[in-house]
């Protein structure tokens, strides 16, 4: 790289347009949308589409709800002219759909592109002929005037073919193609003269497409760019303002974003932002960020995936991980903070009312997308993530200062393997580290009765392996645990206690946990799963007693058993 680029590139100038206002709008509305798939999208393409994928995504643009779909450029190619042929004449245009077709400004493609559309319905006729100061001096070697003459003849025979064609309701689209390297008063001289050709009326508009060919500033330059443009252009009432942004800079969404702001009608782009060099405007991620507004988008992405999959099927190219709405990890987090705020937002959150849910700016289920992959864990993860898992899908919901306590366990093993850890594997860990039967202590049975002495006091009786030797404990208390307390004789406390169900109906069980303190001032849970609650929080107390032990926080004499029964 130049230790000093301006020694090559220069700076776009600024437009002269300081009484903008653009800035003070929003978008209250879908702009008209058209696709530019199956033309833009498919002459960027390492193999273009063969009918077949090229009828694919036909379908599926039209399921998606566009009305205007521009399906190729007939005159380059028997493909694109068949296929066009096919859509006519199997009548597989919706009545409410309009094709287009582009056509460069040249006597030849023009009939070309109008034998293409015999019969059709209704169309559009896209003509387009550069207008930059760059390509009229390097392709063209032309003034101004060279460039209105291309464009007015261009405009003529268009003109005449569609009157020699009347069945067909023509709808005529001018292009002066390179706009963002064009002067503006000379981008709106040749409009007026196309226009002037065709003589637009507020009834019968014309399309006038104004592409950022190549994205060349940042887009409010665009946006003045528009709002200029659409000031000046003469017949505005009879005029459908149209833009077609390419992503060369990677702002392609903003510009089309400020230039509909900017007085934009309609906005040509195509899903997922395929197209030439960094590609076309994606429509999909303009439609849901209107949406996330709360705008209506006229286009349908609740089946997100499946457009995703036939897109990626016909296009032969892969959709970005992270690309906005559709990305395999967009509704992914793995840190910890993240999955901690979501884990809480979507608590809270009830049905019906306004999506409030940190770091996701869509509910993932309006397009089809489940909560499953919303919360992922690794090294990189907290708490919030791992509970979430747990209680998603093993109903297991663990006290706020167990969630801490376990998340170290789990960062230890992500830690050390690198990996992403699956709930599946979240669980192992847990069962290995809270319900394991490889403790010194494994229960056996129990019974309790009220004690002797003492109505309120209840008396139990336990069985047990101690370090594998068959025993049996007894022991008083105010309830269960502190009898259970009471049995081993070991030097510890209960902090805390707390149970709930885990799943319903028959297969109902109890999940226990307990807190201990042990005389070190260590506090540590256990847990106890089990169909009986008594027995659930007995393995809980159990289970509690053997970390400690595996941890040396508590003497490892084991009490001496009481023999019998
Ligand atoms: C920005 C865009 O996406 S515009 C659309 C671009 N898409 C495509 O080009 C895909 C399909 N195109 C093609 O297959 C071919 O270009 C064809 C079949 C249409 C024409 O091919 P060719 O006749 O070989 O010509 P080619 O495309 O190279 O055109 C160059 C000639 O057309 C002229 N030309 C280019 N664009 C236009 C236009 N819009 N209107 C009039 N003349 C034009 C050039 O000045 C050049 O003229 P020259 O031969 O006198 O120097
Ligand atoms: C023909 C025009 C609209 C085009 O595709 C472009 O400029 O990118």
Redesign the pocket.
Known sequence: MLKDPAEKYRAFAPIALSDRTWPDKTITAAPLWCSVDLR?GN?ALIEPMDTARKRRLFDLLVKTGFKEIEVG?P???QTDFDFVRELIEQNLIPPDVTIQV?T???SE?IARSFEALRGARRAIMHL???TSTLQRRV??GLDRPGIID?AVK?AQWVREHAERQSDTEWVLQYSP?SFTGTELDFAVEVCDAVNAVWQPTPQRKVILNL?A?VEMATPNVYADQIEWFSRHIARRDSVILSVHPHNDRGTAVAAAELAVMAGADRVEGTLFGNG?RTGNVDIVTLALNLYTQGVKPDLDFSNINEAARCVEYCNQLPIHPRHPYVGDLVFTAFSGSHQDAIKKGLAARQEESLWEVPYLPIDPRDVGRTYESVIRVNSQSGKGGIAYLLERDYDLTMPRRLQIEFSQVVQAVADASGKELSAEQIWALFADEYLGTQGDYVYGSHQLAHSRKDQNLERLTLKLKCRGQGTVLHGEGNGPIDALVDALGLQFDVLSYEEHSVGSGSDARAAAFVEITTPGRATLFGVGVHVNIITASLLAVLSAVNRAMRRGLLDDSIPAASAGG
Do not use: C, H, K, M
Request: charged share 20%.
């Open positions: 833009d002459q450029f005159a380059a190619s582009l460069q400004a040249r493609l387009y002929n550069s392709v063209f291309i261009g193609e592409p060919t030439e």
